[in-house]
């Protein structure tokens, strides 16, 4: 398939830039194999649910990863940190009128320098004095990294609503948006249900922004993220395999985080840490995850050829256009859908 085969027409005023008052109060188009679009609520999620089904979202926490100094010159920089190496180690994205050469110094905003150490590709490695830890300078006076579609700068506000309620684990330059819509309200409802809650970590980088630039999918190079699943939400997810009860995933990040473990080792997913790049599109054989919770993403995005990939081609292609029709709200601050995975995707091509 061809990037231009994930193409869609959306209106501006459709990108939600902007979260509702509520995390539940978000609207939800529900997409099922064989039968009709349904167009419920958010908070309807709960009820949706059976007994005996594992939810596993990504407990990644957002931080201030966009900071502005300037060089030694005095010209201004934008540095976008990309992972946190160490604490005193990132690997961030440079934006300045002409590129700085290793060795430079960065004067930063709030008072503290970094030092242009090496490069990786399109990133520069920053390090800071020993007696620094680069977490805590970007919670003081980093800003939160909105989406570039989201045309404003960042509040105060969005440092709660940017930020999932069950976020532990700093890492993460990009929210695992299908979880902003939840809240300890619903976590609670989930487990009346019968559902199992648990909890793996994926911190989202900055490449999640990157578009697909070539026309054969084939050439595109993902980019990796760390995750990390525990042996008891590894021990509880191939439980509900072997029982054959559904493994609900909220989000991509979650959906990237349980087939790239389980595309490493043969098909069941692995405890412990990793890296994974793995690149979903259509055609693509699900190992761990039946039923998807996620937002509306990017025309021609690798997430949109992901869902496509599960949810069957045509039929999540179809959805997307019912989506603008009913006005439904896009991307990071938008509305959701819920995806049960298609049996046949796997056999398109």
């Known amino acids: 398939m061809k990037r231009q085969d994930f193409s869609y027409q959306l209106p501006d005023d459709l990108i939600a830039s902007q979260p509702l008052e509520n995390r539940t109060d978000s609207r939800l188009m529900v997409i099922d194999p064989g039968q009709p679009l349904s167009h419920r609520h958010v908070s ?99 800003h939160i990294p909105l989406p570039p579609y989201i045309k404003r700068e960042d509040t105060a506000s969005d440092r709660e609503r940017y930020q999932t309620v069950f976020a532990k684990d700093a890492g993460a330059v990009a929210a695992p948006t299908a979880g902003l819509h939840i809240d300890e309200s619903m976590i609670e409802a989930i487990k009346q249900q019968g559902a199992t809650w648990c909890e793996v970590t994926l911190h989202v980088g900055a490449g999640t922004f990157n578009p697909v630039r070539v026309d054969d999918l084939s050439e595109h190079q993902m980019h990796g993220e760390w995750y990390n699943i525990s042996p008891e939400v590894c021990a509880t997810i191939q439980k509900a395999k072997d029982e054959e009860r559904r493994v609900i995933a909220i989000g991509t990040t979650t959906m990237r985080c349980l087939e790239g473990s389980a595309a490493a080792n043969g098909g069941a997913i692995r405890e412990g840490s990793d890296e994974t790049s793995i690149f979903i599109t259509p055609g693509y054989r699900f190992n761990v995850v039946d039923v998807l919770f996620t937002n509306f993403h990017l025309p021609e995005s690798t997430l949109l050829m992901l869902v496509s990939a599960f949810g069957g081609y045509d039929r999540m292609m179809g959805a997307y256009q019912e989506a603008v029709r009913e006005q439904y709200r896009f991307f990071s601050y938008g509305d959701a859908c819920l995806i049960t995975k298609d049996p046949e995707a796997a056999h398109a091509s």
């Open 44 to 142: 309807d999620l709960p009820s949706m649910l059976r007994e005996g089904d594992v939810v596993v979202a990504n407990n990644t926490r957002v931080f201030p990863a966009r900071l502005f100094g300037a060089k030694a010159s005095g010209g201004r920089i934008e540095v976008m940190i990309e992972r946190l190496i160490t604490d005193n180690t990132v690997r961030a994205f440079v934006k300045a009128s002409k590129s700085p050469k290793e060795g430079s110094v960065l004067h930063m905003d709030g008072g503290f320098e970094l030092t242009i150490t090496g490069r990786d590709g399109d990133l520069f490695v920053l390090e800071s004095d020993p007696s620094i830890r680069i977490l805590d300078m970007a919670e003081a006076h980093g």
